[in-house]
């Protein structure tokens, strides 16, 4: 497996998160986000469901434009099938409640932070790990405010295992990043999308989905 030199304050592994001590996100969730979620616990529900299967599908676009980068292969192929199990998890709670799935919608949060990755293949690579790893961090921030909010259950300890895979997710993108391009291009592009994705995060209005 490829190593990489951890230098952004990632933190190893979180055994127990209540929140994410060592994010590197610069806007904080404003606990209105988990009010909105609770008070309509089943469009959240349906939100969160597409977007574990968008983050499959997202994972499989990767290894499927970079066949021959094999860490990130093989990487993304594990998360692809991460991803999807945690979408037939999420499904299991919507059919419990007497739900059903509902068509995709467009994310607008993914969108916005799409429209920011340059062209040109390395400076693509980059945009693409750095914003998947950012998106990652985001939702392991918004999956632990959830289960914090949450009466202590089922229900809570699965958005706790969650949020601890998406913390995981965080991580394995950047380093990826690391194993794949120099230090000063990460670190230079790191600091403006953490600001791009702040802005376009505090910009978004609040409601019961992930973003
Ligand atoms: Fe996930
Ligand atoms: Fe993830």
């Given at each position: 497996?490829?190593?990489a030199d951890?230098?952004f ?8 998160i ?6 590197p996100?610069?806007?904080t969730?404003?606990?209105a986000w ?10 959240f ?7 574990e299967k ?6 499989i676009?990767?290894?499927s434009?970079?066949?021959?980068r ?7 192929a ?13 499904v ?14 467009k ?8 429209d ?6 390395e ?5 693409r ?10 939702g392991?921030?918004?999956f632990?405010?959830?289960?914090n ?10 958005y706790?295992?969650i ?5 995981r997710?965080?991580?394995l993108?950047?380093?990826l ?9 990460i ?11 702040a ?12 973003h």
């Amino acid at each position: 497996m490829f190593t990489a030199d951890l230098a952004f304050n990632i933190p190893p592994t979180c055994p127990a998160i209540r929140t994410m001590p060592q994010s590197p996100l610069r806007y904080t969730t404003p606990p209105a986000w988990t009010e909105l979620v609770l008070a309509d616990f089943d469009s959240f529900l349906l939100d969160h469901a597409a977007a574990e299967k968008k983050a499959s599908g997202m994972a499989i676009a990767m290894l499927s434009h970079y066949p021959d980068r094999v860490e990130l292969v093989a990487a993304m192929a594990d998360l692809a099938v991460e991803e999807l199990t945690h979408y037939r998890e999420v499904v299991k709670w919507i059919h419990r409640r007497g739900l059903i799935t509902a068509a995709d919608r467009k994310d607008p949060y993914v969108l916005a932070l799409r429209d920011c990755m340059r062209r040109g293949r390395e400076v693509y690579l980059l945009d693409r790990l750095l914003t998947a790893s950012i998106i990652e961090a985001r939702g392991a921030e918004r999956f632990a405010l959830v289960a914090n909010a949450l009466q202590a259950g089922p229900l809570q300890r699965f958005y706790q295992s969650i949020a601890r895979s998406e913390e995981r997710h965080y991580t394995l993108f950047l380093q990826l990043a690391q194993h794949y391009l120099a230090r000063e291009q990460i670190q230079q592009r790191w600091e403006e999308l953490l600001d791009i994705e702040a802005a376009i995060a505090a910009d978004l209005p609040l409601r019961a989905a992930l973003h």
